[in-house]
């Protein structure tokens, strides 16, 4: 079994930053895509962020392009989100996953092999 974990979550003003971490334990991540989607309230999840094993290829939804940046660590099997020039309308719960697909189903949304429980990021006005 494989465990997601996230942290780092919180409440933030607009315009300021936070970091998410996403740590994972359980068996070997060798060539697993990692990523983020979110969830606002009353909203439908949404894909945020992935990156490739390797790190070579990133992707993001347009709406974070040049504000957040995913980045990983394959030695500690972590994963992270650095957000910057935050805005309300990123208020929601963040979470982690994984997929030995690759990115291409994080856009998608499907063959998503593991998910976190969540954390939740709060941008106020």
């Known amino acids: 079994q494989v465990q997601l974990v996230e942290s780092g979550g919180g409440l933030v003003q607009a315009g300021g930053s936070l970091r998410l971490s996403c740590a994972a334990s359980g068996r070997t991540f060798r060539g697993i895509a990692m990523g983020w989607f979110r969830q606002a309230p009353g909203k439908e999840r949404e894909f945020v962020a992935a990156?490739?094993?390797?790190?070579?290829?990133?992707e993001y939804v347009d709406s974070v392009k040049g504000r957040f940046t995913i980045s990983r660590d394959n030695a500690k099997n972590t994963v992270t989100l650095q957000m910057n020039s935050l805005k309300p309308e990123d208020t929601a719960m963040y979470y982690c996953?994984?997929?030995?697909?690759?990115?291409?189903?994080?856009?998608?949304?499907?063959?998503?092999?593991?998910w976190g429980k969540g954390t939740l990021v709060t941008v106020s006005s």
């Open positions: 996953a994984a997929a030995y697909g690759g990115t291409y189903y994080f856009r998608v949304q499907r063959g998503i092999d593991y």
């Open positions: 990156i490739t094993w390797g790190g070579d290829n990133t």
